[in-house]
C-alpha cells in the first residue's frame, strides 16, 4: 500500500513559472524525501525533510513540510523543459523500507 | 563513483518462463532495494537486502525472490512468468544505516507476452 499520495496527478505549465505539488502521508515519519524520474528512468533523489524542520530550500528547489497535516510541497520555481518529469514523495515506513506516492507529471511547456 | 547499474536494460518472456534480473550497487554502499513499476499500482516495494541478509519483504507472491552476493551485488528471480509481471524492475541501493536516500538504477523493463 502507498503512505504518500500527490496532489495534482499531472500539472502542464509554461516554461519559467512556478510548479508546486503537494503529498500528504498516514502515518508518523521521521522525513519525507521528494524523487524526480524522466520518462523510463530511474528515480533521483531531489530532497530529503527531516520531521523536525519545516522547509529546506536546494536550487530552485523549495520544500515544505506540516507534520501536524501529515503534509508536504515540493515548489519547482522558474521550471525549465528539462523539469518535465514524475514527481515522487516517499516515506519511511516499515524498517528499510521506503514507501512512494503515485506521483505528479509534470509537462513544462516551451 | 559509477551509479547503480542494472542488467540487461530489457528482456522480454513469454509466460510461463522463468527470469532473472542482475543489480550493482554503488561501490560502498550495503543494502540494495527492489520494486516494481507498473501503470497501474505504481512504486511497489519488493524485497531489501543488507549483508546478504533480506531485512524485509513486500507483499508479492514466493514467484518474486531475490539474493545478495558477498559484494553486495543482488539478483532478483521471477519465476512462472505472468502477463502481469510485466514491469519496470528498480533497484536502488543506499548505505543501509538510518533512512539515507536511495540511489537507483535506470530498471529493467519485463514484457511477458
Known amino acids: 500500500s502507498q503512505q504518500g499520495e500527490e496532489d495534482p496527478q499531472a500539472l502542464s505549465i509554461q516554461e519559467g513559472e512556478n510548479a508546486t505539488m503537494n503529498c500528504s502521508y498516514k502515518?508518523?515519519?521521521?522525513?519525507l524525501q521528494w524523487y524526480r524520474q524522466n520518462s523510463g528512468r530511474g528515480l533521483v533523489h531531489l530532497i530529503l525533510?527531516?520531521?523536525?524542520?519545516r522547509e529546506k530550500h536546494s536550487g530552485r528547489l523549495r520544500v515544505t513540510l506540516d507534520t501536524s497535516k501529515k503534509s508536504s510541497s515540493l515548489l519547482i520555481t522558474a521550471s525549465r523543459a528539462a523539469d518535465t518529469a514524475s514527481y515522487f514523495c516517499a516515506t519511511p515506513g516499515d524498517d528499510y523500507k521506503l514507501s512512494f506516492g503515485a506521483g505528479t507529471t509534470v509537462t513544462v511547456r516551451a | 563513483k559509477a551509479g547503480v547499474t542494472q542488467t540487461p536494460r530489457y528482456l522480454i518472456k513469454t509466460r510461463g518462463q522463468q527470469v532473472t534480473l542482475s543489480c550493482s550497487p554503488i561501490?560502498?554502499?550495503?543494502?540494495v532495494s527492489w520494486y516494481q513499476q507498473t501503470p497501474g499500482q505504481g512504486l511497489q516495494f519488493l524485497f531489501e537486502y543488507f549483508s546478504e541478509t533480506q531485512r524485509n519483504k513486500g507483499n508479492f507472491p514466493g514467484r518474486f525472490s531475490g539474493r545478495q552476493f558477498s559484494n553486495s551485488r543482488s539478483e532478483m528471480n521471477v519465476s512462472t512468468l505472468e502477463l502481469g509481471d510485466s514491469a519496470l524492475y528498480l533497484c536502488?541501493?543506499?548505505?543501509?544505516?538510518?533512512?539515507?536516500?536511495?540511489?537507483f538504477g535506470n530498471g529493467t523493463r519485463l514484457t511477458v507476452t
Open positions: 536502488a541501493s543506499t548505505t543501509g544505516t538510518g533512512h539515507s536516500p536511495l540511489h
Open positions: 525533510i527531516r520531521s523536525n524542520e
Open positions: 561501490s560502498g554502499h550495503r543494502s
Open positions: 502515518t508518523s515519519i521521521n522525513n
